[in-house]
């Protein structure tokens, strides 16, 4: 395997490319890149390794993990700690890594959901897959509606205080428990840096739940998970449904979202895309950027050609109000 040298104009374009977390010390690029797909064992190895290397080179530093992500379980986070060992090693401190527990994991009543001791075991086996001593970032990955929110919750701020984790952050909780769970962390000197949700062209929850705007009113970032919709904010499902695709797999993306409605809005998307003389992804990831409170778009990427041209939209023009109109 070749020896990895990190491009040296990696950060040539720092304003551009990055923007503040909330109200922290922490900058997060624009475009960060996720590992749920195409980095699990059943992945290539060298594809995977590309990928990273490409995003690196060109100031992607934020790389976003799950215990469970892969397939296999954890096999994502072990592809992430070979190449930790082989790539990254001497850059650890220019990568913002996280990793999140909450979804099941292991057999048994002690593998899933939000107990201390889940949440404690699986960051330790989290950092020895990732060959990592402690981790930049720690999610409860989803609510858990039975576990005393304080236990989980004090169960991150003792993760953040024992050095395994700088960070804490919450994905995917309901505003209100969201809400309880900011204030007994800041009360805790363990301030939330950040939420995670599905925001993106065709799914506004976090908008129209009020969850963005908090992020906005009390200083903590926000970062979309699926800001494409699993492709569906692509020129992929146009006219058929691509054979290797996701859709056609029918896992997390099935055949019954291509509905009338959508292929109307997704036309209406690539009308405005061809305006701005850019590609369907490229537009959706700029009007997400372009959204209040918003820190970055969490991308997953299958070469390092559909990484490098989304990308681009860190560098997009703003859009005009006519523009706005037509993707309302």
């Known amino acids: 395997m070749d020896r990895y040298i990190a491009s040296e104009r990696r950060y040539d374009n720092s304003e551009q490319i990055y923007r503040r977390c909330g109200r922290s010390g922490i900058l997060l690029?624009?475009?960060?890149?996720?590992?749920?797909?195409?980095?699990?064992?059943?992945?290539?190895?060298?594809?995977?390794?590309?990928i990273v290397r490409c995003a690196f080179d060109n100031g992607i530093t934020h790389f976003d993990l799950a215990n469970n992500y892969g397939p296999p379980y954890g096999s994502a986070e072990e592809t992430f700690g070979k190449l930790m060992s082989t790539d990254f090693k001497p850059y650890r401190d220019e990568m913002f890594i996280c990793t999140k527990a909450g979804y099941d994991m292991w057999p048994g009543p002690y593998g899933n959901w939000g107990s201390r001791k889940y949440l404690m075991a699986s960051l330790d086996q989290s950092l020895r897959r990732m060959n990592l001593d402690y981790v930049?970032?720690?999610?409860?990955?989803?609510?858990?509606?039975?576990?005393?929110?304080?236990?989980?919750?004090?169960?991150?701020?003792d993760i953040v205080r024992s050095g395994k984790a700088l960070y804490a952050?919450?994905?995917?909780?309901?505003?209100?428990?969201?809400?309880?769970?900011?204030?007994?962390?800041?009360?805790?000197?363990?301030?939330?840096?950040?939420?995670?949700?599905?925001?993106?062209?065709?799914?506004?929850?976090?908008q129209e739940e009020g969850i963005t705007e908090y992020c906005k009113e009390n200083g903590i970032g926000f970062i979309s998970f699926s800001p494409l919709a699993q492709g569906l904010l692509t020129e992929k499902y146009l006219n058929e449904i691509p054979e290797g695709s996701r859709m056609s797999r029918g896992r997390s993306l099935t055949s019954d979202r291509l509905t009338d409605e959508l292929y109307s809005y997704l036309n209406r998307l690539?009308?405005?895309?061809?305006?701005?003389?850019?590609?369907?992804?490229?537009?959706?990831?700029?009007?997400?950027?372009?959204?209040?409170?918003?820190?970055?778009?969490?991308?997953?990427?299958?070469?390092?050609?559909?990484?490098?041209?989304?990308?681009?939209?860190?560098?997009?023009?703003?859009f005009t109000k006519e523009e706005n109109d037509l993707l309302k």
């Open 29 to 50: 690029p624009k475009i960060s890149l996720g590992f749920w797909h195409n980095f699990g064992a059943v992945d290539p190895f060298e594809r995977s390794r590309d």
């Open 136 to 157: 930049d970032l720690f999610y409860s990955h989803r609510y858990d509606p039975l576990t005393p929110l304080d236990e989980t919750l004090q169960a991150i701020v």
């Open 169 to 206: 952050g919450i994905s995917r909780w309901p505003l209100e428990a969201f809400k309880y769970a900011h204030k007994y962390l800041q009360s805790r000197d363990v301030p939330l840096l950040i939420y995670q949700g599905r925001l993106n062209l065709l799914d506004r929850a976090p």
């Open 270 to 318: 690539k009308e405005v895309a061809d305006r701005r003389d850019e590609d369907m992804a490229q537009t959706a990831l700029t009007w997400l950027l372009s959204q209040e409170g918003v820190t970055s778009a969490l991308i997953g990427a299958s070469s390092t050609n559909q990484l490098l041209r989304n990308i681009r939209s860190i560098y997009s023009h703003p």
